[in-house]
């Protein structure tokens, strides 16, 4: 997809069978799994093998340490909660956390929380850390 942020390099053995959409924000330690275990079975039937499609579909954040498995795709306008385990399909505008992930709200609800707890920064680098750290810490930099 266009205007994408991806953090991760752990696309597996299929990455061909992962589509990413448009605007969509992919952190770190995020992990596509698009197989399944058959090794336990592979001794009664020598070619089981099963293998399953990854979507995420446009203006979607995945988070950090996300593990997305097989057959599973993420609707447009969601987000997935840091550390979550997806392993059904996550409905448009919806935010889905835990594990396995259910949804916890709507997109609408977050982006209340969020503007509710905004902080405003600088986008000077410099700035912003010695705002952060007055804000949080009470103290210059």
Known sequence: GE???IYTTQFGGEPYLIRIGNHV???NDVTFVTHNLNW???DKYESLTSFGKIEIKDNCNI???VIILPN???GPNSVVGAG???TKDVPPNSVAAGNPAKVICTV???EKKVVANHIPIPLDR???RKTLIKRFWGEDA
């Open 108 to 110: 609408d609800d977050y």
């Open 126 to 128: 410099e700035e912003a």
């Open 72 to 74: 599973v795709t993420i």
């Open 3 to 5: 205007r994408c942020r």
């Open 63 to 65: 988070g950090v340490g």
């Open 40 to 42: 336990v079975f592979q």
């Open 25 to 27: 924000g992919i952190s």
């Open 84 to 86: 979550s385990v997806v």
